[in-house]
């Protein structure tokens, strides 16, 4: 594996799977003592064209950002459809799904971790980007997000 392939080091969020984002957001917003977010669904197919172990899905997620200084804290409830979210809930259950990196050039930094032994799971578009999850669990312990925006 290339040293630093992604071109940065600092950790933009931490994912976490929910069964039930409403009580688990309240939660946090108590705990942290602050405002509880409004949680959102992930665009529909033809818009998200999101992508599941090389293949369209129409898999979707409720998701509520509390942004927690340098680092945002996600809580993801996905649908019934395949999904790197679905699966991961089925297998683990509630808790922690990915963290996350901001970086430029989503193309060639899925290639880079891909020639490195990091398989692409999922893919897809939001409204101002794109997101990859990709499976570096085998040596990093844990899955990769990448965001690129816009």
């Known amino acids: 594996m290339q040293p630093n392939a992604l071109g940065?080091?600092?950790i933009t969020q931490i994912g976490l799977l929910v069964n039930d984002i409403e009580k688990t957001s309240e939660a946090y917003a108590t705990?942290?003592?602050?405002?509880?977010?409004?949680?959102?669904?992930?665009?529909?197919?033809?818009?998200?064209?999101t992508e599941y172990r090389g293949g369209p899905t129409e898999a979707r997620a409720k998701l509520a950002f509390f942004d927690m200084g340098s680092l945002q804290?996600?809580?993801?409830e996905p649908?019934?459809?395949?999904?790197?979210?679905r699966e991961s809930l089925d297998r683990n259950g509630e808790?922690?799904?990915?963290?996350?990196?901001?970086?430029?050039?989503?193309?060639?930094?899925?290639?880079?971790?891909?020639?490195?032994?990091?398989?692409?799971?999922q893919k897809g578009e939001y409204t101002g980007g794109r997101y990859a999850y990709l499976d570096s669990f085998k040596d990093l312990?844990?899955?990769?997000?990448?965001?690129?925006?816009d």
């Open 95 to 121: 808790g922690f799904h990915h963290i996350a990196f901001v970086i430029k050039g989503m193309q060639e930094k899925i290639s880079l971790l891909e020639q490195g032994g990091m398989p692409l799971l």
């Open 141 to 149: 312990k844990v899955l990769i997000e990448l965001l690129e925006n």
């Open 8 to 10: 940065n080091n600092v």
């Open 31 to 49: 705990f942290f003592g602050v405002e509880k977010p409004n949680w959102f669904w992930t665009d529909t197919a033809d818009k998200a064209q």
């Open 73 to 76: 804290l996600e809580l993801i």
């Open 79 to 85: 649908d019934h459809n395949p999904s790197t979210w």
